[in-house]
């Protein structure tokens, strides 16, 4: 698509799922218990369907939460399977490559720094930790094995994140200090770029950490990620098939919507605190750094403030370690190594985190358990 094409999906959201957000929040005169009420639904309340909200809600469960005629069962259990046996490499992907390029993004970046909740506020990280989990719980609900499935965590989950896409829309298109120049919050172009970033741009990081995956397997998970773009409320010409076409269209949005911001900076240097923090020791110090200059390069780093080339040699030296413990290995199989040690690392701390004094609330499959060891 070219630059034009893309401006115009800055214009357009997801009307289904915006007029019954409207819907709720115009019915009956504000209030912030009401407001509350349906946040908490939609992000803490752990039933399958929330209870407490309008029919028209329930209805909107029940009407949307079929796989779509094209959506090919096979290809999803080929993309389960992947994340099974990478998880935890992908999800790490996820802090290193997929939320920093969206981040780089600088207009869809201002959605996030206006909800708050991705930045520290007076100096307590927790609330950046917390949302950065449910990210990754989002991933793992739609990505495990059956979880867009009947029985399946997935299809419920992705119909949440939809109804709170519109109400971020419908809340920031209501303030005073939304730009019309950023687009429409949430828009198609940044959903679809979102999306890209969580499917064909974590492929490409795969690649970068020395794993070899087959057409097949890459095929089938942007299948599986196509799938959830359907649950999410992404238009279907977004949702290419293939990992080649899915690749360009993510390039193509990224190339049309890249740029420095403060709020790209402030989100990305969040990210950072957020992996040191999960990481404990001073051993890994800056590692994260090195992580995110790695798979960015020099353009994005730029863009994002965190500074070029990698000033911390500790990633080298680690990965030389690798190295020289199998002196069959290349600089590549060393790197590779390094990224899936420390993707374990990254994956046990979020697992055993705690806030508040409570354990967060992060669940994983015991199957998946078993394949990563934890």
């Not at 999906?9 to 997801?14: A, I, S």
């Not at 519109?166 to 999306?195: C, H, V």
């Not at 293939?242 to 790209?264: R, T, V, W």
């Amino acid at each position: 698509m070219n630059s034009s094409e893309l401006r115009a999906l800055r214009k357009d959201t997801d009307p289904l799922a915006d007029e019954i957000v409207t819907k709720y929040f115009t019915e009956s005169a504000f209030d912030r218990q009401k407001t509350m009420l349906f946040f908490d639904a939609l992000s803490k309340n752990s039933d399958p369907i929330p209870s407490g909200l309008p029919d028209y809600l329930e209805k909107y469960f029940y009407e949307t939460e079929d796989l779509p005629s094209w959506a090919d069962k096979n290809k999803i259990a080929k993309g389960e399977q992947l994340f099974s046996i990478y998880g935890p490499q992908i999800l790490m992907m996820l802090c290193v490559k997929s939320l920093p390029m969206a981040y780089s993004c600088g207009d869809g970046a201002q959605v996030l720094y206006k909800t708050g909740r991705l930045i520290e506020q007076n100096g307590v990280i927790d609330g950046v930790n917390r949302r950065l989990m449910e990210t990754t719980q989002f991933v793992i609900s739609v990505a495990q094995e059956n979880g867009l499935g009947p029985q399946g965590k997935g299809i419920r989950t992705a119909q949440k994140v939809r109804l709170m896409h519109a109400s971020i829309r419908y809340f920031l298109g209501k303030g005073q200090d939304w730009d019309p120049a950023w687009g429409q919050p949430i828009n198609q172009e940044d959903m679809a770029g979102t999306l890209q970033s969580f499917s064909s741009l974590v492929l490409e990081g795969l690649a970068q950490s020395s794993l070899k995956l087959s057409q097949e397997e890459k095929d089938a998970y942007i299948h599986l990620w196509r799938v959830v773009g359907h649950f999410i409320g992404v238009k279907p010409e977004l949702c290419p098939e293939g990992y080649d076409a899915a690749h360009s269209l993510g390039e193509s949005i990224f190339n049309d919507q890249q740029k420095p911001s403060d709020a790209g900076k402030i989100l990305a240097k969040s990210l950072l605190d957020f992996m040191e923090y999960m990481l404990p020791g001073n051993l890994f110090d800056n590692l994260p750094l090195f992580f995110l200059q790695t798979y960015m390069g020099q353009k994005t780093s730029e863009v994002l403030g965190i500074g070029w080339p990698p000033k911390n040699p500790l990633g080298y030296f680690l990965e030389k370690i690798f190295k020289d413990l199998d002196s069959h290995e290349d600089d590549g199989e060393a790197f590779g190594k390094l990224v899936a040690y420390f993707a374990s690392k990254l994956l046990f701390s979020m697992d055993h985190f705690y806030y508040g004094g409570k354990k967060a609330r992060f669940w994983i499959p015991p199957s998946l358990r078993e394949n990563w060891r934890l």
